[in-house]
């Protein structure tokens, strides 16, 4: 470097990246329901999976013991998730377990959750076509993955809570480098522009994936009716009359347009909108 940088203004520029990603950590990591650690998420994890072998190796001998097995496992999944944590595995898990206790449109639901998670996973894919099969719904799918769900297949792989912190580990290094610029007086010799270029690579490729995922995950978000018979209707409220002749059946697909207390405003496939009750659907990422 042939000179000192302006070190103010690239202070605040590091320091501004450095906080609107540990923001952005911090929010994902916060309102959970239930709180639970690394150590207690692992141990449900471990019986969960018991429980559904323990269910499984039933399946010939008692079916009835069988799905209320599944359906212990399934129960113990979803604590896991509703504890916070986003995990397309998990939820592939939990769609099979909802799947084997006889529960096809909440494991869609969980499927979608799931490929929405893991974009492009053909098991995902897979055990959700199964999933829709044997639901009572003949309105058909939500549209297919769009163009984020398909960008974000290249980075799946990585848990975002890996990129996320990588992302914070790699900021906090590039302001330890302009710390180390500033205390020695920008010193001859050390390449501080291409230090400082190649973290900020390793820290900008990270962050923008997690964006990604944000902004992908925030949009229409897919849902599935679980109860027979659900009236859409033109309004939020039992007073409005019904937007359709017929009740929507259990596995219906839409996109959540709205939510206001109790009441979704929902987008069939067919293009047909209307509100039903809360308590009646499974929106993903709730």
Known sequence: MTGPMRATTLERWVLALVLSVATAVHAHAADRPEALDAGQRLELAYEAQRLF??????????????????????????????????????????????????????????????????????RVKDALAHARAATSTRLGPITGAGPLDRIASAWSAVPLQ??????????????AVVAAGILTGWRRGVPWRSAIATIAVL?????????????????????????????????????????????????AEFLMLEERPGWLRIRLPDGQS??????????CGK
């Open 274 to 283: 209307g509100w039903i009750r809360q308590d009646d659907a499974l929106v």
């Open 162 to 175: 890996v990129r996320a912190w990588f992302a914070v580990a790699a900021w906090l290094a590039l302001w």
């Open 203 to 251: 820290a900008g490729l990270p962050a923008a994936t997690v964006g990604v995922d944000a902004l992908r995950t925030s949009l229409d978000r897919p849902g599935v009716v679980i109860a027979d018979a659900v009236v859409l209707r033109k309004g939020n409220g039992e007073g409005f009359a019904p937007a359709v002749a017929e009740g929507l059946p259990s596995g």
């Open 53 to 122: 072998d323990d269910a499984a190796a039933l399946e010939t001998r008692d079916q009835a013991a069988a799905r209320a097995g599944f359906a212990e496992a399934a129960a113990t999944y979803r604590r896991i998730a509703d504890s916070g944590v986003r995990n397309g595995e998990l939820m592939l898990n939990l769609g099979n377990s909802l799947m084997k206790s006889g529960e096809p449109s909440r494991a869609v639901a969980a499927y979608l959750d799931a490929e929405r998670l893991l974009p492009g996973d053909a």
